[in-house]
């Protein structure tokens, strides 16, 4: 069992930046690929990034790709979003999830690969 504990969230201006934070506990972190997925009101949820289990491997979403960066420290359990150049489109609550299997094909972006899932931080970006 993984749990996820998402924080980090909050408003910002457009233009601004934020970096969210994933802290995990239990199984030993380095053999989950995360991700961070989003889910704004009204929309399906949808894929934002993933990293491989050492960080070697990362995989962004058109939409965020050159302004987001994900990271992970596998010493302290942690995976980060680096969020800058917010747009109000980016408003949602943000979610961290961690995938047992390898890093493969698009599989990192599917989320019904994940198998542990934190709470979600909302991040609210103003214009």
């Known amino acids: 069992q993984v749990k996820l504990v998402e924080s980090g969230g909050g408003l910002a201006q457009a233009g601004g930046s934020l970096r969210l934070s994933c802290a995990a506990s239990g199984r030993t972190f380095s053999s989950y690929v995360m991700g961070w997925f989003r889910q704004a009101p009204g929309k399906e949820r949808e894929f934002v990034s993933a990293?491989?289990?050492?960080?070697?491997?990362?995989v962004y979403a058109d939409s965020v790709k050159g302004r987001f960066t994900i990271s992970r420290l596998n010493a302290k359990n942690t995976v980060y979003l680096q969020m800058n150049s917010l747009n109000p489109e980016d408003t949602a609550v943000y979610y961290c999830?961690?995938?047992?299997?390898?890093?493969?094909?698009?599989?990192?972006?599917?989320?019904?690969?994940?198998?542990?899932w934190g709470q979600g931080t909302q991040v609210t970006v103003s214009s």
């Open positions: 999830a961690a995938d047992g299997g390898a890093w493969r094909g698009d599989a990192p972006s599917a989320g019904t690969n994940y198998d542990y």
């Open positions: 990293i491989s289990r050492y960080g070697s491997n990362t």
